[in-house]
């Protein structure tokens, strides 16, 4: 069963003459992890985007259970969706806890505060991830890895039935991407519909359901990692030679010897 699904998706930025989605379509199934996978420029963050209704399309629709998500407010669409995004400015010295509690807004009324039980579900998130140890320091003072975890811990105090995160693992260190991984692994298998980008696809092939394999604006192919993630393609998206074989049924991708003379002749 779908529970986001996209129909001939168009954008275009203003002041271009190109589209940067050319017509997306594309099925999330609910309770599943799905992934973006492809190079910069391909489109992810931009099909995010219009999916959350920060940036509007000039053509296609977008639907949540069925229901077109163009007759849904801000805050009913926070309550479906939480996200993480790629970069995340702190202007202000927050503590963990009160930025966690953030995650709390959909649910409260314009001028209500936060309440025994909501600020109950933000340290429940922050037992979950580990975070409790931080939950009274200051946010700029945090590393970028645990920034991260921070704001994912925010998108989970949100409560949403989907989660959509734009290249999570982005600069971090190894500890810390696998953190990341297993948190959008064990929200699948708590029955949260996941969606994550990222332009490793061994990170998809660790932890994704589905894949959908972005290019120039268009999806070039889509399935399970094992179907989808073809060496042809990966050539020809990323420019350089790569090597993919097989481990426990899952592939398993690395640069060929070839890679960088390849990547010299395009």
Do not use: C
Not at 30 to 39: H, I
Not at 94 to 102: A, P, R
Not at 213 to 236: F, H, Q, Y
Request: aromatic residues 6%; hydrophobic residues 40%.
């Amino acid at each position: 069963m779908s529970r986001i699904s996209v129909e001939n998706l168009r954008f275009r930025y203003p002041n271009s003459d190109a589209d940067t989605l050319k017509g997306i379509s594309l099925e999330i199934p609910d309770g599943k992890v799905t992934a973006l996978l492809g190079p910069n420029g391909s489109g992810k963050s931009t099909l995010f985007k219009v999916l959350l209704k920060i940036l509007l399309p000039y053509e296609g629709r977008i639907y949540v259970d069925g229901e077109d998500v163009s007759g849904f407010d801000r805050n009913r669409l926070s309550r479906v969706i939480a996200w993480v995004p790629q970069e995340e400015d702190t202007f202000f010295p927050y503590t963990v806890l009160e930025y966690v509690l953030m995650g709390r807004a959909p649910h409260l009324g314009f001028f209500s505060l936060p309440s025994r039980n909501d600020e109950e579900i933000v340290n429940k998130v922050l037992r979950q991830l580990g975070l409790s140890s931080l939950a009274h320091r200051k946010v700029p003072s945090l590393s970028g890895g645990e920034k991260r975890m921070v704001s994912i811990a925010r998108a989970l105090a949100q409560e949403s039935n989907i989660l959509i995160l734009d290249e999570p693992t982005a600069h971090l260190d190894l500890g810390n991407k696998a953190r990341v991984l297993r948190i959008i692994r064990r929200m699948a298998d708590s029955g949260r519909t996941v969606v994550f980008s990222t332009h490793d696809p061994n990170e998809v092939s660790l932890v994704a359901d589905r894949v959908a394999i972005m290019n120039g604006g268009e999806i070039v192919s889509e399935g399970t990692p094992a179907t989808a993630i073809a060496r042809d393609i990966l050539e020809k998206i990323y420019g350089v030679r790569v090597i993919v074989s097989e481990l426990n049924g899952k592939p398993v991708v690395d640069l060929s010897p070839e890679s960088f003379k390849f990547a010299l002749q395009l």
